[in-house]
Each structure stands twice: as C-alpha cells, then as structure tokens.
C-alpha cells in the first residue's frame, strides 16, 4: 500500500534523538545495581584465601563518544566508544590468622558498546522498537583496595578484576535492553496514529509498514487519511507512490500527497461538513446587504409578486468532494457548488425559488504552526449558471456581484477560520518544531523543520 503521508528524519534528526537517547541511557547505567562478589582460591605456600566484595555501589557512568547510523534493511546501530565509569564497595578477606577489611574504588575504562535496534509497527500500526543485539568489551578494570596488607591484596586482585569485567559487560546490556524497552518503546508509543479533528472528522496516521532505513535517513510511510467519525468508507481513488527530495539540512520532513488533502475534501463532504446554510442572521453587521426577496427582487421580478418582502435562506453544497491539485506552483482546486435559495415563510417552513450552479477557481497558502498543517483559501471570481426555477428565468449574470459578496463577506470567512485552527502532524509527545519551510512539488506537499525536546 503506498503511504498517504511519509515522515523522514534525516541524519541531523536522528544525532538530535540520539542526543536525548544517550542522556537518558547515561542515567539508566548509572543506576546499575550489582551482586555481592565472594570467592575462594590457594596460593601456594599460604592457603586458602577467602574474600567478599559487597554494598557495591556505581557512582557514574558516562558514554562521552557515541553516534547513530541508519542501517539499510536492519534499523539503527548505536555505537559507544571510549565510555567508563566508577563505583566503589566494601571488601573483606580471610587468610589464616589474617582478616581484614575495608574499602575500594573501581574504575572502568575504555568501555565499548555497540547497540542494534530493530524498527517495527504492531497490528495497529503504532511503532514498536526493540534491542536486536547489544555487545559490550570491556578493556580495562581497575581495582583500588584501602587496607594495611598491600601484598595480601594482589593475591586476588586480578580475580577480581575479571569476575568485574564479565559481571558489567552482562549488566550493561540487560541495562540497555531495560532502558530500550521502558524509555524509547513507550516513548515511541506516544506517537497518535490516530486523532479526532473535530466532531465530524478524524485522521489516520497509522503505519502502513516498519520504518526503512536508507544510508541518510528514517522514512516511515503512513496512511495519512481523514476519515468521517460517523460512517467511515473507503475513499474512491489511491496514494500515488511518494518519494521525498533529500535536498535540505532539517531533522525532519514531512510528505503530504495530494491523495491526504483529498481525503480530507471526501470526509468532510461524507460527513455533510461541507454544507452551508446562510442567513440574515450571518451575515456580519458590517455588510450594508439584507438576505430578503426585497432585495433580490432587483435582480429576480418575480420574487416581489409571489414572496413579497419575505427574509430569505441560502443553502450551499457541493454535490461531490472537493479534488485538488498540488503542483510545483502550489495547490489548487475548483469546485462546484450548488446554491439553493428559499424563501422563509411566515410559518418557518421553506419554499424553494431557484437552484444556481457555482464554479470558482481556489488556491491555498499552506503553512506549519504549533504542529499543526495551517492554511487558508485565496478565490477567484465566480461562475454562475441556472439549474432550476421555481419563480421564471431570469439572467444569472446580474447575481454574479451578490454572490461574490456572499462567497468573500460570509462563506471564506467561516472555511478560513477552521483551515487557521489548522490539522495536527505525526508527532509523539513533548516534540516542537521550528524553522519550518513549505515547498510544493507534483502531486505533494514537503515540509521541513528542526525539532526541539521537552524533557519531563
């Protein structure tokens, strides 16, 4: 299935996540925990030695050198380099009529970590990242004893060591897988797939398949449809392929197609959003214009025969969806809309007088605010033809200034206010954007950003 929507993050997105990553892994290793070591071993000539190394305690860990690397048909792979850390403990040994006790610092140094993660989508098409493979080396442990017998100590200093070395190359892994799975896969999870706009709509972003790594770059495919919450069907037409433009510098782009915005034009039409009732009553005080049979009479004579002075009632539809075009000089569309006039009698009820056909030519200037797709119609003049009439023929042509009125005063005004309150992106939890751009291109729309973190 093509997507209807494509994210990418770029190799700048991915050091910037990374970033975040390593300081909340830093963190997690720091809180290792790790069991009481105790032994024994023969020295010739002296005998049993018995030891215990307990209340070990990690005071820091730190990962200074790391990087990130999309790796095609795999994932990502984290690699650490350089990394070290300290603790420190009590020890107590025992060898013949020997004991002492006391207490030690351990420094582990030029630790070496390499991190796979596999990128996936579950049944609901919600992200899944889980650890692939995760190998720690560990090059140099070192252990700094406090005591009176320095010779004593050398006899298990070694052991020591080694037990350390196995012990920390096993726990950072197990830390890391922790660390993956309660930090970044619930993380992840915050991402909506899907979202209710308003009352009548809602959107799809779910995944249509697991993220694929290129050399550069993450690209995610979403379904990226708009759909009605009261009856939702499948649109009538499908995502072409959509292939990004790798020519800027941003952390992330998002690929909006032409089949994204044109879901949205059939689940608003499918949901009866794109019918307008207009009135007296909405039009703005400061029209110097009055919706009655009075008025239009100048332009429909027989109206002030069969509705004399009646207050009057438009009502606009369009009798299929809206299509657009997205091209590389922006979108356009041109609807068709039906505009039926009544006359309201005394009674309330209404009598149909003329049904008019209305063709207009209509851009739209797109733009990215708060996470959300922003936008807002520019129209050209109106095209107006006669369908029906139940008071006579009369010529359309001398509507054509009333309805431009209508169309700019009252029915843009309303469109405009609900495109400003604008359509959420894909966008998991505590994630702004800034320094955004909008291009246009055949049959999508790119938009690019940087990404700022909110830390809890």
């Known amino acids: 299935t093509n997507p209807g929507f494509v994210v990418r993050i770029t190799q700048a997105g991915l050091d910037y996540a990374h970033q975040q990553g390593i300081a909340i892994l830093e963190k997690e290793l720091a809180q290792l925990t790790l069991p009481d070591i105790s032994g024994d071993f023969r020295v010739l000539r002296v005998g049993k030695v018995h030891y215990e190394l307990s209340r070990l305690r990690l005071r820091s860990f730190h990962l200074p050198y790391s990087r990130i690397s999309p790796v095609p048909n795999v994932g990502l792979q984290v690699s650490i380099s350089n990394a070290f850390a300290e603790m420190d403990g009590d020890w107590r040994v025992k060898v013949l009529f020997i004991r002492d006790h006391g207490s030690f610092d351990l420094k582990v140094e030029n630790v070496y970590i390499k991190i796979s993660l596999r990128l996936g989508s579950d049944a609901a098409g919600k992200p899944t990242i889980s650890t692939s493979d995760c190998s720690t080396r560990i090059s140099k442990v070192r252990v700094l004893f406090s005591g009176k017998f320095g010779w004593l100590y050398n006899l298990f200093h070694s052991a020591i060591e080694s037990k350390f070395k196995k012990i920390l190359e096993s726990k950072v892994c197990d830390s890391v897988a922790k660390s993956v799975h309660s930090e970044l896969q619930t ?4 991402l909506p797939v899907t979202a209710k706009i308003d009352a009548r709509t809602g959107i799809d972003y779910s995944f249509v398949a697991p993220p694929v790594a290129t050399a550069q770059s993450l690209d995610t495919g979403l379904k990226g449809e708009f759909y009605s919450l009261a009856h939702r069907s499948t649109a009538p037409f499908s995502p072409m392929p959509l292939s990004l433009p790798s020519d800027h510098d941003r952390m992330v782009s998002f690929g909006a197609s032409s089949y994204f915005f044109n879901t949205a034009g059939f689940a608003y039409h499918t949901s009866g959003a794109l019918v307008f009732e207009i009135t007296d009553a909405v039009i703005p005080k400061d029209v110097d214009f009055h919706l009655n049979t009075s008025i239009f009479s100048a332009f429909v004579p ?4 069969m509705y004399p002075n009646m207050p009057m009632k438009l009502r606009l539809s369009t009798l299929t969806a809206p299509f657009l075009n997205i091209g590389p000089g922006g979108i356009s569309l041109k609807p068709v809309v039906d505009v039926q006039a009544y006359a309201i009698l005394p009674d309330s009820s209404l009598a149909p007088l003329f049904l008019l ?11 990215v605010r708060s996470g959300h797709i922003v ?11 006669l369908k029906d009439s139940v008071v006579g023929t009369f010529p359309v042509r001398l509507l054509q200034s009333l309805m431009n009125i209508f169309a700019s005063e009252v029915l843009l005004p309303r469109l405009n206010a609900r495109l400003d309150e604008g359509f959420p992106l894909p966008l998991p939890d505590r994630i702004q954007l800034f320094n955004t751009f909008v291009r246009f291109h055949q049959n999508f729309l790119l938009l690019g950003a940087d990404v700022h973190f909110q830390p809890k």
């Open 187 to 190: 993380y992840a999870r915050t």
């Open 302 to 305: 027989q109206l002030e025969q």
């Open 357 to 367: 056909s209305l063709v207009r030519n209509v851009s739209a200037v797109i733009d």
């Open 375 to 385: 936008g807002s119609l520019n129209v050209g003049r109106i095209k107006l033809s």
